[in-house]
């Protein structure tokens, strides 16, 4: 990275954009020789979508420079602004996060296929859940356990399922991979 950004010409005015996982802002800086506006931004694989979670840590405190980086990812998902000494565990989040979405996605769908549903259509009904999860929680600003509450009753089958992902280790599980995945 260092040889790459020392051998472009840069200027006082221009706005650096660098979306390298693990380059800090203060190694940025050094490789720019603190020319120009230096932004750091994470965005993750759902930007071919125009769905990613794309943080932006950056030093800039000249509003209209911010507000332009911030336009351009917002338009490619949601831009969050993040001070950089958390840019590593949201990176773990956002970034990494989609991954261990699609894990889940993957082992739903095989256990859909076992159940007897087509591997296309298990795939098609588990992406949608997981669509609409998101959505409920994006549009509603609700804690996820109240959605939970809502499909568990007692003695009922998704609380049996909760159950049984929380004594095989669901949450614990996810919250090491998230902590495994940040550079601290």
């Known amino acids: 990275?260092?040889?790459?950004?020392?051998?472009?010409?840069?200027?006082?005015?221009?706005?650096?954009?660098?979306?390298?996982?693990?380059?800090?802002?203060?190694?940025?800086?050094?490789?720019?020789?603190?020319?120009?506006?230096?932004?750091?931004?994470?965005?993750?694989?759902?930007?071919?979508?125009?769905?990613?979670?794309?943080?932006?840590?950056?030093?800039?405190?000249?509003?209209?420079?911010?507000?332009?980086?911030?336009?351009?990812?917002?338009?490619?998902?949601?831009?969050?602004?993040?001070?950089?000494?958390?840019?590593?565990?949201?990176?773990?989040?956002?970034?990494?996060?989609?991954?261990?979405?699609?894990?889940?996605?993957?082992?739903?769908?095989q256990a859909g296929i076992e159940m007897g549903i087509s591997p296309k259509d298990a795939q098609l009904m588990v992406s949608q859940c997981v669509l609409g999860a998101g959505k409920i929680l994006l549009d509603s600003k609700l804690h996820p356990s109240s959605e939970i509450d809502k499909v568990t009753t007692p003695g009922g089958l998704t609380i049996k399922g909760i159950n049984t992902l929380e004594y095989e280790g669901f949450s614990a599980a996810i919250i090491k991979a998230l902590k495994a995945s940040t550079n601290n």
């Open 1 to 109: 990275m260092k040889g790459v950004v020392e051998k472009l010409d840069l200027s006082s005015k221009q706005i650096i954009i660098s979306v390298a996982a693990g380059i800090s802002l203060e190694e940025l800086f050094s490789f720019t020789s603190n020319i120009g506006f230096v932004y750091r931004v994470m965005p993750n694989t759902a930007i071919s979508v125009k769905e990613s979670v794309n943080l932006i840590s950056t030093d800039c405190k000249i509003e209209e420079k911010n507000e332009l980086v911030f336009n351009i990812f917002n338009k490619l998902g949601t831009a969050i602004f993040i001070p950089e000494e958390k840019m590593d565990s949201a990176t773990s989040l956002a970034s990494c996060g989609i991954a261990y979405v699609m894990k889940y996605i993957q082992a739903a769908m």
